[in-house]
């Protein structure tokens, strides 16, 4: 079946460095990526939509230049916080549609726990 | 905000009984998905329905939608010990492939 993969899986870092987290899509090729971000016991929020070859899309309230997104080819996006503060420390999580269609299943990496010091 | 709404926000059954969880959605959605999170992990993939469709069957799952109440129940039935896990809704919206979760309900199974 469809995976994506997620490096790392965690992470623990001094406020004020950037983290570079990476997302696969391992056995198919998506031109489509969606970032999330789970604090804990709550909801997936929506950060932004990875696009391949072109601009990422934020979602409202989500600093593009804190998040910095690339999507530099079929099979991976990465997700950058910069300057991360513990503000920041969360899960993120990466998914991907194996199509293009509305109802493709979509495929969720495993996470990234990201804890800023 | 469109994220959705999920009832209860926590449930905790014995093993054998039925778990029902609902979630309630703001906007026109083209279908609505289901997820399971087992702690700290990713999300699995458990049934979608389209907007279309008012009922669907998946193993011991069973899904309803209600488009006009905008609403949607996850039915698990016989429930195990291993379905211990948050379950979440997500709504999917014509013209975008992006996802808008509910805020999820922990279901606890006892043995």
């Known amino acids: 079946g469809a995976v994506v993969s997620q490096h790392p899986s965690w992470v623990i870092c001094k406020s004020g460095t950037s983290v570079k987290i990476e997302c696969r899509s391992l056995?198919?090729?998506?031109?489509?990526m969606f970032w999330y971000r789970q604090f804990p016991k709550q909801s997936l929020m929506l950060m932004a939509t990875?696009?391949?070859?072109?601009?990422?899309?934020?979602e409202q309230g989500v600093e593009k230049d804190k998040f910095l997104i690339n999507h530099a080819s079929l099979t991976l996006s990465t997700l950058t916080v910069t300057s991360a503060h513990p503000e920041d420390s969360s899960f993120y999580i990466c998914?991907?549609?194996?199509?293009?269609?509305?109802?493709?299943?979509?495929?969720f990496g495993p996470g990234t726990r990201l804890t800023v010091l | 905000s469109q994220q959705g709404e999920e009832d209860p926000q926590a449930l905790s059954i014995q093993e054998g009984e039925n778990a029902t969880m609902n979630c309630s959605y703001k906007?026109?959605?083209?279908?609505l998905q289901w997820y399971r999170q087992n702690s700290g992990r990713g999300l699995v993939h458990l049934i979608l329905?389209?907007?279309?469709?008012r009922e669907k069957h998946s193993g011991r799952l069973r899904v309803t939608l209600d488009t006009s109440k905008k609403s949607s129940s996850l039915l698990i039935t016989a429930s195990r010990a291993a379905d211990t896990a948050s379950y979440f809704c997500?709504?999917?919206?014509?013209?975008?492939?992006?996802?808008?979760f509910g805020q999820g309900t922990r279901l606890t199974i006892n043995p």
């Open positions: 997500a709504a999917g919206f014509q013209g975008a492939q992006k996802l808008v």
């Open positions: 329905i389209r907007s279309n469709e």
């Open positions: 906007t026109s959605i083209n279908n």
């Open positions: 998914s991907a549609p194996r199509g293009s269609g509305y109802t493709d299943t979509q495929y």
């Open positions: 056995d198919f090729q998506a031109t489509t």
């Open positions: 990875s696009n391949e070859g072109s601009k990422a899309t934020y």
